[in-house]
């Protein structure tokens, strides 16, 4: 890996690294705001949308998790350094 594509590398992981602390962020928000709906109220629509979006915010952040994976497996190959899962 030449320099430019470490540095290449190191700002997608960045980035992916700043993506993922949004959507954990986001799922929190979303618990916190589905436990504030009553149990009676969680067989209706607001409830199917809340699970909804939180099902594509969960399928985003595991596409974000395999793209962070790559991205640590390749700068460890280039470094010589295990990787470290999360």
Request: no cysteine.
């Amino acid at each position: 890996m030449k320099t430019d594509e470490l540095k290449l590398a190191e700002g997608e992981l960045q980035k992916l690294t700043d993506e993922s602390d949004r959507l954990d962020g986001l799922m929190d928000q979303m618990v916190s705001e589905m436990e504030a709906i009553p149990p009676e109220k969680r067989d209706g629509n607001e409830w199917e949308a809340f699970t909804g979006r939180f099902l594509e915010l969960q399928a985003s952040q595991r596409e974000v998790v395999e793209k962070l994976q790559r991205v640590r497996s390749a700068l460890a190959d280039y470094s010589g350094t295990p990787t470290t899962k999360q």
